[in-house]
């Protein structure tokens, strides 16, 4: 059963910095372009950034452009999300995601999400 697994999130002071991991089993994601996405209270979810499985081409929000590092270990089947420079508006649920084209994933269309973790940084 393929499956993505988050981890990593936590509470950070503004201005701190996380690493978000996201673990994937029961398919291989090497040939899959993978993302993240957030959801804040009340808010929809949205696309934060996203690797190509192809060329490892990187998109990010404007929001979060020059502060989060998206990338990727096919070897290892995980890809990560270095968050620096946080703010109160980056608290939201994560969520790892996986689609075989970076066009879809960045318009939302993912074939597989994992379970979300918390992000909470306090101002």
């Known amino acids: 059963q393929e499956q993505l697994v988050e981890s990593g999130g936590g509470l950070v002071q503004a201005g701190g910095s996380l690493r978000l991991t996201c673990g994937a089993s029961g398919r291989t994601f090497s040939t899959y372009s993978m993302g993240w996405f957030r959801q804040a209270p009340g808010k929809e979810r949205g696309f934060v950034a996203g690797i190509s499985w192809s060329d490892s081409t990187t998109y990010y929000a404007d929001s979060v452009k020059g502060r989060f590092t998206i990338s990727r270990d096919n070897a290892k089947n995980t890809v990560y999300l270095q968050m620096n420079s946080l703010k109160p508006e980056d608290t939201a649920v994560y969520y790892c995601?996986?689609?075989?084209?970076?066009?879809?994933?960045?318009?939302?269309?993912?074939?597989?999400w994992g379970q979300g973790t918390q992000v909470t940084v306090s101002a």
């Open positions: 995601a996986a689609q075989k084209w970076v066009e879809n994933l960045r318009l939302g269309r993912v074939d597989v």
